[in-house]
T-cell receptor, first 114, second 114 residues
């Protein structure tokens, strides 16, 4: 069965510091991996995806994510956090050989303090 | 910006009543998805349309839930005989055929069943 785990409910980072939001997954086939962000009172927005190719994926707003097959992880990173990055972040996975369903993590609240 | 729009934004109903939500996807998108999200959880897949065809439906979806996309444009999600457990945010998303992994979400309909 497919599953996604975001082990941290909340991550606190000082503005200007690097940030990491963790995600691990489990799928039977090749994983399609995604990060979305949800700002208050707004819909989910796509950040980046990994389908195949380079393990380091670059996305919107300066975010990037590193795919690690051996650790079944897809951590979201940013070299220098901004206060405006404060939001709810969701990791999602789809088994590349299966249906169209995305399985979502429970989300991680990112708080960037000035 | 003609993104995905959902109506209504909020719906309060009494247990046992029927409710219907509407989603207008981005006009050139032929794929449409419904998700449900409760506080502290990631979105949960409900159903998926490609044009007017409903191609996938969650096994967890009660028979009280039905969705339609009659002309391959807007979609409706109906919940019959609502229960308190149906209280959640109902999210609609669409995607174009070429990049079907990137979902564009609406702001959702918040349902409260009293």
């Amino acid at each position: 069965a497919q599953s996604v785990a975001q082990p941290e409910d909340q991550v606190n980072v000082a503005e200007g510091n690097p940030l990491t939001v963790k995600c691990t997954y489990s799928v039977s086939g090749n994983p399609y991996l995604f990060w979305y962000v949800q700002y208050p009172n707004r819909g989910l927005q796509f950040l980046l995806k990994y389908i195949t190719g380079d393990n380091l994926v670059k996305g919107s707003y300066g975010f990037e994510a590193e795919f690690n097959k051996s650790q079944t992880s897809f951590h979201l990173k940013k070299p220098s956090a901004l206060v405006s990055d404060s939001a709810l972040y969701f990791c999602a996975v789809r088994d590349g050989g299966s249906n169209y369903q995305l399985i979502w993590g429970a989300g991680t609240k990112l708080i960037i303090k000035p | 910006d003609t993104g995905v729009s959902q109506d209504p934004r909020h719906k309060i109903t009494k247990r046992g009543q029927n409710v219907t939500f509407r989603c207008d996807p981005i006009s050139e998108h032929n794929r449409l998805y419904w998700y449900r999200q409760t506080l502290g959880q990631g979105p949960e897949f409900l159903t998926y349309f490609q044009n007017e065809a409903q191609l996938e439906k969650s096994r967890l979806l009660s028979d009280r839930f039905s969705a339609e996309r009659p002309k391959g444009s807007f979609s409706t999600l109906e919940i019959q005989r609502t229960e308190q457990g149906d209280s959640a945010m109902y999210l609609c998303a669409s995607s174009p055929k070429a990049t079907n992994e990137k979902l564009f979400f609406g702001s959702g309909t918040q349902l409260s069943v009293l």
